[in-house]
């Protein structure tokens, strides 16, 4: 299915051209898909009432039916398009945090097709912050279902050039507003059980959600799981949870402790793999780099430790290009939970594959 001309049309991310918007919502609106830049991640759009145009999303990613996708609204009264018996808190926490990178998981509408939600009884809304993306949900006039423009199991891409590079050939237009201003997809909140539980952790903090839900639940922790343990009943009781979910493809690990105890660790194991003629990338902070600067380690570095907006804006980036330089192994540091640490440490866990130094 890699025969389709893949336009990429460059667009204003804060007054984005009326007549670039129009074209694009055209080509939703005739149930094609296009690829738009959100806070989070690049979006791989289709009309959400569409069951025919959601289910090419599929097809373009090679992403199984059973994980399902989120709505895109532009307008928080539009929750009523895509979901019923909405409790008072969805408009509570939809009026605080929308626009921006926060999904509510809560009882589906009627008209949301089945290949949006997986045939679940819910639906996944968000309302983004995006000027580009708010500027082609209301031009299309029906919400956009999206994934994350990545292939299936591939880290999410945060510029157009990361798309490009998964999905040349199989999507018609490319929306490229620059790169992403959060870097992490959005945080996925499930609203529909007796207690209210983060699902995906992500670029709303759960600090900030506890202010206004003191109740909130951070997500469970997982004991490391692979691609063949993970059945079909597990991906519909928490659909993006699988541990390799962001796998880039070079093998990863994750080192922790304090920063003193995984520059040694770290760095021993640089010499060990580079003794053995490996080739060896290492994502970092700007405070490691001294420890590694002769060290002969591909260096990418994310920022400073006391930084994690910097951090996850540069992580996903930081991914492809130690995968794509050709090194065999990726070490990746690890950082606090705190504030969007919590979603900087899910992704660094997935990355791995939940390999983590020490053991
Ligand atoms: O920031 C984001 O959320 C980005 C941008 C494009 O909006 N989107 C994104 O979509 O990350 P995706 O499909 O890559 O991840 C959405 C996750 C999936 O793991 C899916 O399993 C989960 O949301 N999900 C969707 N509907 C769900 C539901 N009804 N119940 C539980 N999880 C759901
Ligand atoms: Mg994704």
């Known amino acids: ?25 055209e080509l939703l609106r005739s149930g094609q898909l296009v690829v738009f830049p959100t806070e989070t991640v690049y979006g791989l759009g289709a009309n959400a009432l569409q069951a025919h145009a959601v289910e090419k999303i599929f097809a373009a990613k090679g992403r199984p039916h059973s994980d399902p996708l989120i709505a895109h609204i532009a307008d928080e009264h539009d929750l009523e398009k895509v979901a019923s018996d909405i409790p008072t808190i969805a408009w509570k926490l939809a009026h605080i945090f929308w626009p921006g990178p ?22 996944a809304v968000r309302m983004p912050r995006h000027p580009v ?23 999410s891409p945060t510029t157009a050039q990361h798309v490009l590079s998964d999905l040349s050939g199989r999507v018609p237009l490319i929306l490229d507003g620059g790169p992403c201003t959060v870097g992490v997809e959005s945080t996925i909140l499930d609203l529909c059980g007796d207690i209210p539980t983060i699902l995906r952790p992500g670029g709303t903090s759960l600090e900030a959600l506890r202010t206004q839900l003191p109740a909130v639940q951070p997500p469970t922790r997982r004991a490391p799981q692979h691609k063949e343990r993970h059945d079909e009943q597990q991906a519909l009781k928490a659909p993006g949870q699988m541990l390799i979910h962001y796998s880039p493809s070079v093998p990863a690990f994750l ?33 490691d780099l001294a420890t590694f600067q002769e060290s002969g ?23 492809r290009v130690l995968e794509e330089s050709g090194v065999q192994v990726i070490l ?25 130094f020490p053991a």
């Open 102 to 123: 926060l999904t509510l998981i809560l009882p589906a509408g009627p008209h949301i097709p089945h290949v949006v939600t997986a045939g679940l009884a819910t639906v």
């Open 332 to 356: 990746c540091r690890s950082f606090s939970e705190q504030g969007l640490g919590l979603a900087i440490r899910d992704r660094l866990l997935k990355a791995t594959g939940g390999k983590v």
């Open 297 to 319: 380690a591909l260096i990418y570095t994310l920022g400073r430790t006391n930084e994690p907006e910097q951090i996850a804006v540069r992580l996903f980036a930081g991914l």
């Open 1 to 25: 299915m890699n025969d389709m001309q893949t336009e990429v049309l460059q667009v204003d991310p804060i007054h984005p051209d009326p007549t670039i918007i129009a074209r694009a919502a």
């Open 133 to 155: 993306a708010l500027a082609l949900i209301r031009a299309t006039g029906s919400p956009i279902a999206a994934p994350s423009a990545n292939r299936f199991m591939h880290v």
């Open 255 to 287: 080192f922790e402790g304090t920063s003193e105890m995984i520059r040694a660790t770290m760095l021993t194991e640089v010499q060990r793999r580079q003794a053995q003629s490996e080739r060896v990338g290492i994502l970092i902070a700007d405070e």
